[in-house]
Structures are given as C-alpha cells and as structure tokens.
C-alpha cells in the first residue's frame, strides 16, 4: 500500500517536472521566434507592380500580334484578288498602314498592361471584388456581371468617343486611330496613350466595386479582341443575312464600324448599336 502511494507521488512529481518543462521549452521556441528578425517582404509592391506591367506587356503584345497577324493573313490571302467575305476596304493593305497600327498599338500594349498589374495587386491583398468561388455570389450573378461589365464598358465607350471626336481633343486623343481610313486587323489595339489610358483604366476600376470571377474576365478580354479585330479586319467575314439580320441589328459589325473610319460623325458604339440609335448617330 505504502509502496503503490510511492509510485502514484513519484508519477505525479515526473509529470510536473515534464510539464514545467515542456512551458519552458514553448516559452523558449516563442521568444525565439519573436526573436527573429521579421520576414522581409520578398518583392515590395511597387517592384511587383513593375514586374507584372512588363510581363503583362508582353503577354499582350505578343497575344495582339498573333491574332491580329493570323486574322489578317486569313482574310487577306495572298495570290487572291480581294479578301475573303464582303470586301469593305476599297484598297488591299498598305505595308506603311499596318506599319503605324502595329507600332500604336505595341505603345498602348504597356499602357493596358500597368492598371491590370496595379488591380492584380490589389487582388492579391484583397483589396478588389473579384473572386475565385464561383458560385459565391450565386449562378445568376455569375452569369450577369458579364453582361453588366459589358453594358457599362459599351456606354462609356460611346460617350469617351464622342468626347474624343471633339475638335478640341481629337488630334491627342484619336487621331492616330483614325489614320487608318482602311484599316486592317491590326488597328484593333491602335490607339494613341491618351485614348489608350483613358480606357485602359476602365475594367480594372471596375473590378474594385462589382464583383466579378476571373473566367468572367477572361471571356470579356477574349469577346473584346474577336469584336475588335473583326471590326477593323478591312472585311466583312459574316454573311448579308446576319449582317442585315438579328446579329446586325443590334451588334456593331465589322460593316458597321468601317463606316465610322469614313464618315467620322456616325457609329461610335463599341459592341452595342442602342447608343447610337438613341443618339441619332446610327447608320449602315
Ligand atoms: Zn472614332
Ligand atoms: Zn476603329
């Protein structure tokens, strides 16, 4: 009896002895832990914003130069007489215009690239709306924010470019745009920094107040391109009866903005022709 009373102490006095040593030996990793220097941030965010706006630029150009590139030679296939589809340019493609788009739109490559890096960033320390579960705001909104991005890029667009073809702005603004009477594939991306900054500005900033997934994103960047490379490719690749028809009638076509090169007073819609219906600004 005296003998197990022993024991049970002498347990009890080991388990002491080890629970004030393991207090000890946490104590010790804490204040070594607390000791030790804090981690310095491996790239400051300014550095990470300078990285990503080079390889965004990249990324960008090099994307721009293969679409533009395979639409164009698509269209415009040598040993033909004209293009393939309806033919809207009067002349085939001058090397010296294709020479100007490309360089354009090479410069504003950058100017797309730094807010898109600045809103990554932002992202990256949760400082934007844009979210990786897709169904944390639900199907309907999944679906919706793509066409809210899209009704509120087109109307900003319709109103920017009416302001950029005033007298007062045009030559800094748009000019350079412009210099393409037919343009090709290439003018898609070609525009001056101004006009470049002033709409490069737009998605990223909107990506701070509506919430939007980043497959949402990707789809408005991949329809942005097809509707802009379409529209300047210098031809009409869809049929009369689509153009004319219910595609036509409320999407803006390569026909319909060929006309805006020409006549600089009408269509200024970017995907949407409602803008320039309501603002008797609409012709095809
Ligand atoms: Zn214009
Ligand atoms: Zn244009």
Same mark, same amino acid.
């Given at each position: 009896?005296?003998?197990?009373?022993?024991?049970?102490?002498?347990?009890?006095?080991?388990?002491?002895?080890?629970?004030?040593?393991?207090?000890?030996?946490?104590?010790?990793?804490?204040?070594?832990?607390?000791?030790?220097?804090?981690?310095?941030?491996?790239?400051?965010?300014?550095?990470?914003?300078?990285?990503?706006?080079?390889?965004?630029?990249?990324?960008?150009?090099?994307?721009?130069?293969?679409?533009?590139?395979?639409?164009?030679?698509?269209?415009?296939?040598?040993?033909?007489?004209?293009?393939?589809?309806?033919?809207?340019?009067?002349?085939?493609?001058?090397?010296?215009?294709?020479?100007?788009?490309?360089?354009?739109?090479?410069?504003?490559?950058?100017?797309?690239?730094?807010?898109?890096?600045?809103?990554?960033?932002?992202?990256?320390?949760?400082?934007?709306? !844009?979210?990786?579960?897709?169904?944390?705001?639900?199907? !309907?909104?999944? !679906?919706?924010?793509?066409?809210?991005?899209?009704?509120?890029?087109?109307?900003?667009?319709?109103?920017?470019?009416?302001?950029?073809?005033?007298?007062?702005?045009?030559?800094?603004?748009?000019?350079?745009?412009?210099?393409?009477?037919?343009?090709?594939?290439?003018?898609?991306?070609?525009?001056?920094?101004?006009?470049?900054?002033?709409?490069?500005?737009?998605?990223?900033?909107?990506?701070?107040?509506?919430?939007?997934?980043?497959?949402?994103?990707?789809?408005?960047?991949?329809?942005?391109?097809?509707?802009? !490379?379409?529209?300047?490719?210098?031809?009409?690749?869809?049929?009369?009866?689509?153009?004319?028809?219910?595609?036509?009638?409320?999407?803006?076509?390569?026909?319909?903005?060929?006309?805006?090169?020409?006549?600089?007073?009408?269509?200024?819609?970017?995907?949407?022709?409602?803008?320039?219906?309501?603002?008797?600004?609409?012709?095809?």
């Amino acid at each position: 009896m005296r003998f197990r009373a022993g024991r049970q102490a002498a347990a009890r006095q080991v388990r002491a002895a080890s629970n004030s040593l393991d207090r000890r030996a946490a104590a010790w990793r804490v204040s070594a832990i607390q000791s030790l220097p804090a981690r310095p941030n491996a790239v400051s965010p300014i550095a990470s914003i300078a990285v990503n706006t080079v390889l965004l630029t990249l990324i960008i150009a090099v994307r721009y130069v293969l679409i533009a590139w395979t639409t164009h030679a698509l269209i415009w296939r040598k040993g033909r007489a004209g293009s393939v589809g309806t033919q809207l340019n009067r002349d085939w493609p001058k090397s010296a215009t294709i020479r100007h788009e490309l360089k354009l739109s090479v410069l504003s490559s950058w100017i797309y690239a730094l807010p898109a890096a600045i809103g990554y960033e932002a992202w990256k320390h949760g400082g934007t709306m !844009v979210y990786l579960d897709p169904l944390k705001y639900g199907v !309907v909104w999944l !679906v919706l924010s793509g066409f809210v991005y899209l009704l509120i890029q087109d109307a900003y667009y319709y109103w920017l470019h009416r302001l950029m073809h005033h007298p007062a702005l045009f030559r800094w603004t748009h000019a350079g745009h412009h210099r393409s009477r037919q343009p090709t594939a290439f003018a898609s991306f070609s525009f001056d920094w101004a006009e470049a900054a002033l709409n490069a500005w737009l998605l990223p900033a909107l990506a701070f107040v509506l919430p939007i997934h980043p497959a949402v994103i990707l789809i408005l960047l991949t329809l942005a391109t097809i509707a802009a !490379v379409l529209n300047h490719s210098g031809a009409e690749v869809l049929p009369p009866w689509m153009v004319r028809g219910p595609v036509g009638e409320w999407l803006i076509t390569a026909s319909h903005h060929s006309v805006h090169h020409n006549h600089y007073q009408k269509n200024f819609g970017l995907y949407f022709r409602f803008w320039d219906r309501l603002m008797g600004t609409d012709t095809l």
